[in-house]
């Protein structure tokens, strides 16, 4: 937690412009990464993914089958990095911890009854404990987005402080669903709350409401975390989801969290990206660099 | 797994700090250069053809980044000029003043088209003469370039809309001298109008970025403009005051220093000449701490490394409410930590060359006086190129309103730094200087932009943004800054005649 003296009024974060914001955004897909620079970014993104399954027909055969291809990516090519996380709901965390044992892979668990978050806090807080006990590694939890529009922060930040201490040793992230917050003004506000109640990463998006993860709203989020780290000296890590599954859109974020927060955040410790179809579209490029010939979409595995 | 978190005390922040020297890097990606080509010598383009200079002379136009030779330019003397001068009046005697308005317009759209098919050569040309990053070039100059002749295409036949009451008439010859920091960009600006307004021209590019004036004089020939409309000729000062003195000129329109444009306008006075002039710039960038903090700092770093300061409108005084002058900076430091200083041709580079040595000794002058007066300096921790012309990004801090490097335009990517405290007195000091080309303003209330733009003395105020540009829109200054529009409706009254037009129902 912050030292509670230097907890900002949140009705005061700083204002955002759109249309500069927009602008700055997309100047960073102005860089051209090519050659050893985008084979060395590609290995960097696989590295920082959050392998996800997030659906209402998630079973343990689909976790375990999820999980393997954590660990083997695409044996064809050697030498590849594992992925950093296999995200699941809590009811499969156990299943995911047993497959993924000894590989260095975390578990991650969605919680505070995902992807929605209307539950009262105490439900919430059991199923963050529930993931925790299972072995979750990382929690990834939803803000209350109602009673954050009514303006209730205070509300907002309670329950993440709330789920955090539930959490213990696991880590952290905090959706704040900027599709639904919309304005950038709140996007920053929501970001900054979530920060100083300790979450120890922000993240955009559940990935069932459009839009979920752009540019612009990770740049205002990633801004957020450098005015955190100056204000306090505490790192935050950041993790946009959803919607990016283009080896080339993920090279652009990567360029922004160089640009922005630099050589201290190009790790799977402070950045991920939460995404199931980015890995083989990744590998794809990858072999393609390689070998020097695209390869069909049928050698790689669609798990 | 992880160790508890302890309480987290407040830290000053300077003992923090963020590391832009990532172990992931940016391999160069380098623009080609085979899909452009460059003539080893230049004549002038005098009456739709190359002519060999009376002069005899050649002069030679390098590549800043490297200092080699790109290509031998003609220089036009006296006589040469007087050939160009003949042709344009013969041209427009005999044909263009005669041609109906719709097939000017035909004429100015071809160019425009044609412009927008040779895009990547002349982005290259103009990267490779003058050291801007070819991601300007590209993505700016160009097609801003054959912006400005689509839209004056538009005005040809239209111009008796322009001026409701008025009677329009072309004025003859225009002479017209541009400077080296947006050579072909400012081209446009010249001729488009020019044309429209049915003039025929004489343009004289700046002696150290001539080259893609050059091209665009081939473009001409292949665009099949009647001889003698577009005449281009080249060389130094003393061309260009052949040029202004000319007597059968009817218009000169300059941009360029202050100085010569002083110079320009004692030549002209006691003539018939009309006379347009856009001249140098000091412009105050105002952050007030309600400011949108983090694009207020992009619309800093755009408003003084876009073209490594070579702009006439650079924000090149910065004014920062003092309660946010110290996240400013330090945003600003980080920032200019980032900016890719180098090849101009690389895709990712953000600051290319110095346009010439002799502009690099101007900024290393005024860096020196900075450092004189006692503000305080800060560099970019960047590489630079052993050859070639080169300027670290450079912020002073701790201004005066006094300190020459806060009054004088320095034409490089060096910001000179100051703060305020009311409105009142930012507005006092953003005026209080001899220019007046433009101005920013950054700020989260309407009511205050509205305040600030009306009464900040500048042809240009921007409101969170900065350095926008659009053909649709006029460009010009106060005071010392010039006088005369360029761009929009108004960009078309320098260069005609305006007469009134009494409407029958008024006769008695």
């Known amino acids: 937690m912050i030292n509670s003296n230097l907890i900002p009024d949140f009705t005061l974060s700083p204002r955002i412009d759109q249309t500069g914001a927009e602008e700055r955004a997309l100047r960073f897909t102005r860089r051209s990464i090519k050659k050893e620079s985008k084979i060395n970014g590609l290995k960097l993104v696989l ?61 991650a668990s969605v919680a505070t009854a995902f992807p929605g978050g209307q539950a009262p806090r105490d439900v919430k807080i059991r199923e963050t404990k529930f993931a925790v006990n299972e072995g979750a590694d990382e929690v990834d939890m939803v803000i209350s987005r109602g009673r954050f529009h009514a303006g209730e922060y205070n509300y907002v930040f309670d329950e993440i402080a709330a789920v955090k201490e539930a959490c213990g040793p696991a880590r952290l992230k905090v959706i704040l669903e900027t599709g639904e917050l919309v304005s950038f003004d709140k996007i920053r506000r929501a970001s900054d709350i979530a920060m100083y109640a300790g979450a120890d990463f922000i993240k955009t998006s559940t990935g069932k409401i459009q839009p979920a993860a752009t540019l612009p709203v990770t740049l205002i989020m990633l801004e957020a975390i450098r ?77 | 797994m992880k160790k508890k978190q302890k309480n987290i005390l407040p830290r000053k922040s300077n003992t923090l700090k963020l590391s832009f020297d990532t172990s992931w890097t940016y391999a160069p990606a380098p623009e080609s250069r085979t899909s452009a080509t460059i003539q080893p010598r230049y004549d002038l383009f005098i009456n739709g053809k190359w002519t060999k200079p009376e002069s005899g002379k050649y002069f030679e136009t390098i590549n800043p980044a490297n200092e080699e030779t790109l290509s031998e330019i003609a220089e036009a003397n006296a006589a040469d000029v007087n050939k160009a001068v003949a042709a344009a009046r013969n041209a427009y005697e005999k044909y263009w003043k005669k041609l109906p308005a719709k097939e000017r317009g035909k004429y100015i759209f071809r160019i425009a088209r044609m412009m927008q098919e040779k895009s990547r050569e002349l982005a290259i040309i103009e990267s490779l003469d003058g050291g801007k990053p070819i991601r300007e070039s590209r993505d700016f100059d160009i097609p801003e370039a054959a912006n400005h002749f689509f839209y004056y295409a538009g005005w040809a036949d239209k111009l008796d809309y322009a001026f409701p009451g008025k009677k329009t008439a072309s004025l003859g010859v225009a002479g017209q001298i541009i400077p080296w920091n947006f050579p072909l960009l400012m081209a446009a600006w010249k001729i488009a109008p020019a044309l429209a307004t049915g003039n025929t021209v004489v343009l004289k590019p700046a002696e150290t970025t001539p080259l893609t004036a050059l091209k665009l004089a081939e473009l001409i020939q292949e665009a099949d403009l009647p001889p003698g409309v577009v005449n281009i000729i080249t060389g130094a000062g003393e061309t260009g005051a052949a040029l202004v003195q000319h007597p059968d000129i009817n218009k000169i329109a300059f941009t360029g220093s202050t100085e010569v444009g002083k110079m320009i306008l004692r030549a002209v006075a006691g003539t018939n000449k009309k006379l347009t002039l856009e001249l140098g710039g000091k412009a105050a960038n105002i952050i007030f701490e309600d400011a949108p903090l983090d694009q207020a700092v992009e619309g800093i770093i755009n408003g003084i490394f876009f073209n490594q300061g070579h702009v006439c409108c650079a924000g090149s005084r910065l004014y920062i409410q003092e309660s946010v002058a110290n996240t400013v900076i330090r945003k600003l430091k980080d920032r200019i930590e980032t900016l890719i200083v180098g090849d101009p041709l690389d ?162």
């Not at chain 1, 599954?245 to 190009?266: D, I, N, P």
């Open chain 2, 347 to 508: 895709k990712n580079t953000d600051i290319g060359a110095i346009n010439s040595k002799k502009q690099l000794e101007t900024i290393h002058y005024y860096i020196k006086t900075g450092i004189q007066e006692g503000a305080e300096i800060y560099e970019s921790s960047c590489r630079l190129p052993s050859k070639g012309f080169w300027c670290k990004p450079t912020l002073f801090l701790n201004v005066a309103q006094s300190s020459r490097i806060a009054q004088e335009e320095i034409f490089g990517p060096v910001l000179a730094i100051l703060t305020f405290r009311t409105d009142d007195e930012v507005i006092e000091k953003a005026n209080n200087t001899p220019y007046g080309l433009s101005a920013g303003v950054w700020t989260d209330k309407g009511s205050r932009i509205f305040n600030m733009t009306r009464k900040m003395r500048a042809g240009v105020v921007w409101a969170n943004t900065y350095n926008k540009f659009d053909p649709t829109s006029p460009f010009g200054g106060y005071k010392e800054s010039g006088f005369g529009r360029e761009g929009g409706l108004h960009g078309l009254m320098p260069y005609l005649h305006l007469s009134n037009l009494i409407p029958n129902s008024t006769r008695k």
């Open chain 1, 47 to 107: 590295n920082m993914i959050d392998l996800t399954t997030l659906e209402g027909k998630d079973t343990e055969g689909k976790v375990k089958q999820l999980c393997y291809k954590a660990m083997h990516l695409h044996d064809a090519l050697p030498g590849l990095p594992t992925v950093a996380a296999v995200c699941v709901y809590p009811l499969f965390v156990k299943t995911a911890k047993k497959a993924l044992e000894g590989s260095g892979i975390k578990v």
């Open chain 1, 227 to 303: 005015d955190f780290y100056y204000k306090t000296g505490k790192k935050v890590g950041m993790k946009p989801a959803g919607g990016i599954s283009k080896s080339k859109t993920a090279l652009h974020y990567l360029v922004m969290v160089k640009e922005v927060l630099g050589e201290g955040w190009l790790t799977n410790e402070w950045f991920r990206f939460g995404a199931s179809s980015l890995a083989n579209d990744v590998l794809m490029q990858i072999a393609k660099e390689t070998t020097g010939i695209y390869q069909a979409a049928n050698y790689f595995s669609i798990d």
